[in-house]
């Protein structure tokens, strides 16, 4: 099996064959899957890993699953055959699926790890689901989902929360146990869902197989790594209670990582299959639509969602089309360079088709899923600017660029929500941050991580600092969890949710902070 997968990426790598466009025709449930196997693995439930929805849409949701009986195979086939399994699913409007609108089938292949991701069509918008698969005799856990109001509806609110930064060997994933049980219409996550690190040295003080040890490579060990973060019953409830909007950031293929060069500047012939093989690992483990499934080291990952005329999520992209970072990436007080006009983070056709929804849209909120923090972080209280490189701050001139369109094209809320940072933040964006006194045009929420950096505290030294040094800043925090936001017609509502340790399981969770935006009214301003 391992041979398979590996002449599978070559070809991937290449543009899909034949087989391969076959193999996802299936998985989608495009073409019929009656001919297939029906039985997977006799007496051992296959839905291991759980199952998800994403991407919802006023008539549309897409639902994942894999099979994978034995999900941490050495092999990456999850104890499956080598051949494929046909999959049922049911979507119903009630939890004991009486009242059952829609079932079908797919087909779990070999080639996408005996994934699948069947758009279920044809549902009322802004309403409840109930979904699950059978494969063989084997019945999944159910799933709940929510399908998006109608374009041209005016809802009275959204409920959702966003998360990002769950490095498994730092720490357990109480903030999820907490999170699914929040009255949320969907969940955000902004990257980082996966590291690429070895997990032998851990915060939480368990020993780890060794085939777990190394660093995440080749498809069998990126498939393996997906199965110890999905081992996680809060993170697989998370996903089973709500659908999710989903986009990455650097780990799901390695750190840092800028276009086709990576964190150690390797071949990059060499990293582009690499980032085939993280790609097709990440679609085979999470509800991404057919228009996300990758083609070798590409993957369409910008795009945007309305809520109604209430919200548009516009996903971005920070990784696949920027430049790389200035001055050999790290903090700098001195690096010129990252005021360049000419440089990037977003590749210039994603920033037009950006730029292009600032005019077009209708919605009262525009909100951007961003990877790493957009405003300006600088760490120098004096009168130098020293910042990071890997942010929107190693591209100064394009973020201005974008937040002088968003004020000119007359964007009533512009609402950044950013993950990346491992910590807290509420601040303004402003038009120009090298002075203090240039408008605010927009609002930044930065949420800190599930897991990734261990417990946290409250306040640290760098917090004092950064809210010294950047006067649009308003709130910072360092501890561990998930921003909870409301949105109405009158103002945005963001609660971070921290739990005070990650180290060992059980915490508690609280409200650290509220901080709103009122309609009409660029900037934070904290809330009760």
């Given at each position: 099996?391992?041979?398979?997968?590996?002449?599978?990426?070559?070809?991937?790598?290449?543009?899909?064959?034949?087989?391969?466009?076959?193999?996802?025709?299936?998985?989608?449930?495009?073409?019929?899957?009656?001919?297939?196997?029906?039985?997977?693995?006799?007496?051992?439930?296959?839905?291991?890993?759980?199952?998800?929805?994403?991407?919802?849409?006023?008539?549309?949701?897409?639902?994942?699953?894999?099979?994978?009986?034995?999900?941490?195979?050495?092999?990456?086939?999850?104890?499956?055959?080598?051949?494929?399994?046909?999959?049922?699913?049911?979507?119903?409007?009630?939890?004991?699926?009486?009242?059952?609108?829609?079932?079908?089938?797919?087909?779990?292949?070999?080639?996408?790890?005996?994934?699948?991701?069947?758009?279920?069509?044809?549902?009322?918008?802004?309403?409840?689901?109930?979904?699950?698969?059978?494969?063989?005799?084997?019945?999944?856990?159910?799933?709940r989902t929510r399908t998006t109001p109608a374009r041209w509806a005016n809802p009275r609110e959204?409920?959702?929360?966003?998360?990002?930064?769950?490095?498994?060997?730092?720490?357990?994933?109480?903030?999820?146990?907490?999170?699914?049980?929040?009255?949320?219409?969907?969940?955000?996550?902004?990257?980082?869902?996966?590291?690429?690190?070895?997990?032998?040295?851990?915060?939480?003080?368990?020993?780890?197989?060794?085939?777990?040890?190394?660093?995440?490579?080749?498809?069998?060990?990126?498939?393996?790594?997906?199965?110890?973060?999905?081992?996680?019953?809060?993170?697989?409830?998370?996903?089973?209670?709500?659908?999710?909007?989903?986009?990455?950031?650097?780990?799901?293929?390695?750190?840092?990582?800028?276009?086709?060069?990576?964190?150690?500047?390797?071949?990059?012939?060499?990293?582009?299959?690499?980032?085939?093989?993280?790609?097709?690992?990440?679609?085979?483990?999470?509800?991404?639509?057919?228009?996300?499934?990758?083609?070798?080291?590409?993957?369409?990952?910008?795009?945007?969602?309305?809520?109604?005329?209430?919200?548009?999520?516009?996903?971005?992209?920070?990784?696949?089309?920027?430049?790389?970072?200035?001055?050999?990436?790290?903090?700098?007080?001195?690096?010129?360079?990252?005021?360049?006009?000419?440089?990037?983070?977003?590749?210039?056709?994603?920033?037009?088709?950006?730029?292009?929804?600032?005019?077009?849209?209708?919605?009262?909120?525009?909100?951007?899923?961003?990877?790493?923090?957009?405003?300006?972080?600088?760490?120098?209280?004096?009168?130098?600017?020293?910042?990071?490189?890997?942010?929107?701050?190693?591209?100064?001139?394009?973020?201005?660029?974008?937040?002088?369109?968003?004020?000119?094209?007359?964007?009533?809320?512009?609402?950044?929500?950013?993950?990346?940072?491992?910590?807290?933040?509420?601040?303004?964006?402003?038009?120009?941050?090298?002075?203090?006194?240039?408008?605010?045009?927009g609002s930044e929420f930065v949420g800190t991580s599930i897991t990734s950096g261990g417990d946290?505290?409250?306040?640290?030294?760098?917090?004092?600092?950064?809210?010294?040094?950047?006067?649009?800043?308003?709130?910072?925090?360092?501890?561990?969890?998930?921003?909870?936001?409301?949105?109405?017609?009158?103002?945005?509502?963001?609660?971070?949710?921290?739990?005070?340790?990650?180290?060992?399981?059980?915490?508690?969770?609280?409200?650290?902070?509220?901080?709103?935006?009122?309609?009409?009214?660029?900037?934070?301003?904290?809330?009760?």
């Open positions: 099996m391992a041979a398979r997968s590996s002449r599978l990426s070559r070809r991937r790598f290449l543009g899909y064959g034949s087989a391969g466009a076959a193999a996802v025709l299936l998985g989608t449930g495009a073409w019929n899957a009656a001919g297939s196997l029906a039985a997977p693995v006799r007496g051992r439930d296959p839905f291991t890993l759980g199952v998800a929805s994403g991407d919802p849409a006023p008539d549309s949701v897409v639902l994942w699953t894999r099979l994978a009986p034995e999900p941490f195979a050495e092999d990456g086939t999850g104890g499956m055959p080598a051949r494929p399994v046909r999959v049922e699913y049911e979507v119903a409007v009630d939890e004991r699926f009486r009242g059952v609108v829609r079932r079908g089938s797919a087909v779990a292949t070999p080639e996408l790890g005996h994934s699948v991701h069947p758009e279920v069509r044809g549902l009322a918008p802004g309403r409840e689901y109930f979904y699950r698969f059978r494969a063989g005799g084997e019945v999944s856990t159910t799933g959204l409920n959702f929360a966003f998360a990002s930064c769950q490095a498994w060997q730092d720490g357990y994933y109480t903030a999820y146990e907490h999170l699914a049980e929040e009255d949320l219409d969907l969940v955000v996550h902004l990257g980082d869902y996966l590291y690429e690190y070895g997990v032998a040295d851990n915060r939480r003080g368990v020993e780890v197989d060794e085939r777990f040890h190394g660093e995440t490579l080749d498809l069998a060990r990126y498939r393996l790594q997906y199965a110890l973060y999905k081992s996680e019953a809060p993170l697989r409830r998370a996903h089973a209670r709500f659908p999710w909007i989903m986009t990455i950031d650097d780990h799901e293929v390695d750190n840092n990582w800028a276009g086709d060069i990576s964190q150690d500047g390797d071949d990059p012939g060499e990293f582009r299959r690499r980032r085939a093989i993280a790609f097709q690992a990440m679609y085979e483990n999470m509800p991404f639509r057919h228009a996300q499934l990758p083609s070798g080291p590409d993957v369409h990952l910008h795009r945007r969602l309305s809520y109604g005329r209430l919200a548009d999520f516009t996903m971005l992209d920070t990784r696949q089309y920027r430049d790389d970072q200035p001055c050999g990436d790290g903090a700098s007080a001195t690096c010129t360079e990252r005021l360049d006009p000419d440089r990037t983070i977003l590749g210039g056709r994603q920033r037009d088709w950006v730029l292009d929804g600032f005019s077009t849209s209708r919605a009262r909120w525009q909100v951007l899923g961003n990877q790493a923090p957009m405003g300006q972080t600088d760490r120098d209280a004096g009168p130098a600017t020293e910042v990071w490189l890997d942010p929107w701050d190693g591209y100064a001139a394009e973020r201005d660029r974008v937040l002088a369109e968003a004020q000119a094209r007359g964007v009533r809320n512009l609402v950044v929500i950013t993950g990346d940072r491992h910590q807290n933040y509420a601040w303004d964006l402003k038009r120009d941050f090298t002075d203090p006194a240039s408008p605010t045009v946290g505290a409250d306040m640290t030294p760098t917090g004092q600092e950064f809210l010294a040094a950047n006067p649009h800043m308003r709130f910072f925090n360092a501890q561990r969890g998930y921003v909870r936001v409301n949105v109405n017609r009158r103002r945005w509502r963001s609660d971070f949710r921290v739990v005070p340790y990650v180290t060992r399981p059980g915490a508690p969770v609280r409200t650290r902070a509220t901080y709103v935006v009122e309609d009409g009214r660029p900037g934070v301003r904290e809330g009760s």
